[in-house]
């Protein structure tokens, strides 16, 4: 049902959703190489890197998980479900941080110089809900 409480048509849902999804995935022109499916990417310049939380200037900013091998080719995941390829540990619904080289744990950094950004939330094993924070903090 629809605000106005009339049925919504199956057309309208599925035209909704693929909306949705152009928000929640990038695909760009320039190809980029992209080595590790399930790893979290930087974005700068147009391009995508491996983010890496010892450094702020490959963390601060857009940050997206690779889908495939290929950003153009693939996409990269902006929001949404992702398979991040290993267990970030902590309980189901729990914070997941930005860790090195572009991966998310539970363990919040204490290192001096690095950066803390909240990255998702646990899923359970493999699988986070990736909703990257605008915020971030570095670490003193």
């Known amino acids: 049902?629809?605000?106005?409480?009339?049925?919504?048509?199956?057309?309208?849902?599925?035209e909704a959703i693929k909306r949705e999804v152009r928000v929640l995935l990038e695909k760009k022109d320039d190809g980029?190489?992209?080595?590790?499916?399930?790893?979290?990417y930087y974005s700068n310049n147009g391009t995508w890197t491996i983010t890496n939380c010892t450094a702020a200037a490959s963390s601060t900013g857009l940050i997206a998980v690779a889908i495939g091998t290929n950003s153009t080719t693939h996409g990269?995941?902006?929001?949404?479900m992702a398979n991040i390829g290993h267990d970030p540990g902590g309980e189901n619904g729990c914070a997941l941080y930005l860790?090195?080289?572009?991966?998310?744990?539970?363990?919040?950094g204490a290192t001096s110089g690095h950066v803390s950004r909240v990255v998702g939330w646990n899923y359970g094993s493999?699988?986070?809900?990736?909703?990257?924070?605008?915020s971030w903090i570095l670490l003193a």
Request: hydrophobic residues 30%.
């Open 126 to 134: 493999d699988t986070i809900y990736f909703n990257p924070d605008n």
């Open 76 to 80: 990269m995941l902006l929001r949404g």
């Open 99 to 108: 860790e090195s080289p572009g991966s998310a744990s539970s363990n919040i």
């Open 32 to 40: 980029d190489d992209i080595t590790d499916a399930g790893k979290i």
């Open 1 to 14: 049902f629809n605000k106005k409480g009339k049925r919504t048509s199956l057309v309208a849902i599925k």
